[in-house]
Structures are given as C-alpha cells and as structure tokens.
C-alpha cells in the first residue's frame, strides 16, 4: 500500500529517536534532523579527516559529514544502513550530504562519484552496497556523475574492526582493482565511503585508481568519522 493512506496505516519510524514520523518527515524526525552531530569538514580544507590523509596519498579535498561517537544514537543510522536492510537511509543521508557539498568550496570543482566497492557475493548477499547507496544521494543533490564500474574489489578481507592501522593496511592490499580508462586520466575522481576510521581501505582504493589512472585527481568524501 502507498501513499498518505498507507503511511497512516503503517507509519514511518525515525531511525534515530523511533518516534512516528509526521508528514513531510523522511528517516528522521525534525528534532533528530536538527541534532544531527555535523562536522561541517566540507567546509575546511584542513579538517581533521584530511589530516589523517596528508603524507599518505595525493588528494585535493577529503571530508566527512558526522562524527561517529561512541554511545551516540546516531550510530544506530549506519547499523541499521549496513546490517538490518534499511537501503533508504544510505540515500537520504547521500542527498543531505551532497546538500551541504553544493554549500561549500567543493561545489566549485565537481566529480566523478565513484563508491567503494563490495564483493558481488556480499553484494548479493546484503542487497546492496550502503557505499554506493550514500554516492547515489549524493549524485541526487548535486547532479555530479556516479560511476560504479570503475573500480573493483577482488579480494575478500576479514573483518576490519579491532585491527590496529597497519593491520588494517595489510588486511586490505591488493584488495582492489580499478580499470585503465583514459576518459578517467585526468578527471576529479571522489571516493565515498560510509565510515572512515584509519582509512586503510580508501587508501587501497585510492592506490588502485592512481595505479590505472596517474592523471587522476582524487578526493575522499564519508557520511561520517571516527573520532
């Protein structure tokens, strides 16, 4: 059932807070829409997210959305994305996120969205890939392209919680590929993710797309950050 009767019938719930939520509400209430805890990193070239990138890769920009912090409620927006099947949340924090890129200097330099990939075994297995869901919302605000064919993932990897930097290095190399397209040599590439915590696994992407394409500029954008 669709439309207004079906939403009395069966009304939404914020994925936050768990209230109902009212017309015109979408994943998340009013008030936990307001509370979001915002980085505003789009708006700051040195931001802690590309602090944690500096000397490691070649990047323009890196940014990303919301802090992730322990014992926030806002955690339960990226288990309930990645683990419980809730897809619409990955597109709706996408299109917020990509509102604010068009308020900051980033909309000065448009991109190719191209998301981290997952394995199609695990693809098939979840649904979908949350990563790719965040890039589409993102493409929706902005109208900037959204290429998921460029790069690949090969290699399967454990589990990269509980690992320390270097372990999450290893865990991940040559975990990706990405094609040698010359169309791509000297375009803005910016990779989405939905969590960066070392960015161990953005750095294998970013290693794999600069191997394909030298000419390449790349920027990293994430709906959130682990402080």
């Known amino acids: ?54 000397g490691k890769i070649p990047f323009s920009r890196a940014a990303s959305f919301l802090f992730f912090r322990e014992g926030s409620p806002y955690r339960k927006l990226l288990h309930k994305m990645k683990y419980l099947g809730q897809a619409p949340i990955g597109f709706f924090m996408g299109r917020l996120a990509g509102q604010e890129i068009l ?3 980033w909309a000065c330099d448009p991109g ?6 997952m394995l199609s ?40 919680t509980g690992k320390n930097r270097v372990e999450r290095w290893m865990n991940i190399r040559g975990a990706f590929k990405a094609c040698d397209e010359d169309e791509y040599e000297e375009r803005h590439i910016i990779l989405v993710d939905d969590v960066i915590t070392t960015g161990a696994t953005l750095e294998g992407c970013a290693g794999a797309i600069l191997n394909a394409c030298p000419g390449a500029v790349l920027s990293i954008a994430s709906l959130a950050y682990v402080e």
């Open 112 to 117: 190719i969205l191209v998301p981290v990939p």
């Open 1 to 54: 059932m669709t439309g207004a009767i079906g939403n009395m019938l069966y009304p939404g719930i914020c994925a936050v807070c768990g209230r109902e939520l009212v017309r015109q509400e979408e994943v998340l209430c009013l008030h936990c829409l307001a509370d979001m805890p915002r980085t505003f990193f789009f708006q700051r070239n040195d931001n802690p997210v590309a602090q944690n990138f500096w």
């Open 103 to 105: 308020h900051s200097p």
């Open 121 to 160: 075994s695990k693809r098939r297995k979840r649904g979908y890939n949350q990563a790719e869901l965040l890039a589409a919302g993102i493409a929706r605000a902005t109208g900037w392209p959204m290429n998921t064919t460029m790069l690949k993932r090969i290699k399967e990897s454990e589990s990269q």
